[in-house]
């Protein structure tokens, strides 16, 4: 391991959550500059991504699952190798890199990962498009594959403003679906995403008027929530829901009551998470995006570029229902 010269930074700037509840409770704290472990790189961050996850985590909803008060945000980062641990080839150093650091740890000046999960960036993509599409595309390209979309079916996406529902619309589209209905909270939003390739924008309660699809073959659901369950009903006979994200909460209890109602249409419900993933799979998939973004072939959107000490904004902002694709930290 080569010896940290006089020159380099000591300590680094890094967003903690203070306190589980509000944005509020976010912080902005000094802590040492990590040494990276065997296995892993230090990456000096030039962009974080702000995830729905994040703010999940921030409120407290998961304390049960092992979520500590003093846990840094952000599961990827972007930017370039300074410093290698271990068993990891030297040649890292200087590339720039997309990198997945978990649940947790990317809300900071330098960010350690594994060396297995770091992608090289093409020179075409920049770091903010990165932390855009990285995590996003990849739950919807294999939440897509979950459900078994094919070509010429219908396909529903239910909370389609933010990262995940932005990169499934598209994916849908590209992939040869037969319509690609929305929910969403405002037609402005509709129109934005209809130039991104969808077909039909409904409200968030899934009414659309009189052209509106009458049902769907596949429903990506982002939001879940109490009103998850009315959606079952939008299903066509053998129709899939896949729930890739909770932003609204937990469904109600008895949900699976509306799936044996409809028995005779044959309807499913199912989750799915990118942890399920063999890892050489996500990596694959996500470089071909990376690529593909960098040709103009997928739109990264990114609603805003914050400062890393305005964390608290950014969640603001997601709380208030404001962002349309992706808030993205620089330090």
């Given amino acids: 391991m080569p010896e940290q010269s006089e020159n380099e930074e000591t300590t680094l700037k890094a967003i903690e959550i203070r306190t589980f509840g509000g944005p509020e409770g976010l912080a902005v704290v000094e802590l040492p500059v990590p040494a990276p472990a065997a ?20 409120s407290g909803a998961l304390a049960a699952y092992g979520f500590k ?34 649940t947790g740890g990317g809300y900071v000046e330098q960010a350690v990962a594994p060396v297995e999960q770091i992608l090289p960036l093409p020179d075409s993509l920049s770091t903010v498009a990165a932390v855009t599409l990285g995590s996003a595309g990849a739950v919807a390209h294999f939440g897509l594959r979950h459900a078994r979309f094919a070509p010429g079916e219908r396909v529903l996406v239910r909370g389609a403003a933010g990262s995940i529902g932005i990169m499934a619309v598209q994916l849908a589209a590209r992939g040869g679906a037969a319509a690609v209905a929305v929910t969403t909270s405002s037609a402005e939003r509709g129109e934005r995403l209809r130039r991104l390739g969808a077909t039909h924008v409904l409200d968030r309660s899934g009414q659309g008027g009189a052209e509106a ?30 729930a890739v994200g909770a932003v609204a909460g937990q469904p109600p209890a008895d949900f699976g009551a509306r799936i044996m109602a409809a028995f005779q249409k044959s309807i499913s419900f199912s989750t799915f998470s990118a942890a399920t993933v063999a890892r050489a ?51």
């Fill in 213 to 242: 699809p009458a049902g769907h073959d596949v429903i990506i659901d982002i939001v879940a929530g109490q009103d998850m369950p009315s959606f079952l009903d939008r299903l066509n006979p053998n129709g899939r829901m896949v």
């Fill in 281 to 331: 799979d996500l990596l694959a998939v996500r470089g071909e995006q990376f690529a593909a973004a960098g040709r103009g072939e997928i739109e990264t959107v990114v609603h805003e570029v914050l400062p890393l000490d305005e964390a608290v904004l950014a969640h603001q902002k997601m709380a208030a229902g404001e962002v349309f694709g992706r808030i993205v930290l620089t330090p």
């Fill in 39 to 58: 296995g892993q790189v230090l990456i000096a961050v030039e962009a974080a991504g702000v995830g729905g996850v994040d703010t999940v985590i921030r």
């Fill in 69 to 102: 008060e003093g846990f840094i945000p952000g599961g990827e980062v972007a930017g370039t190798v300074t410093r290698v641990g271990d068993g990891v080839d030297a040649s890292w150093i200087g590339r720039r890199v997309w990198a997945f650091t978990g």
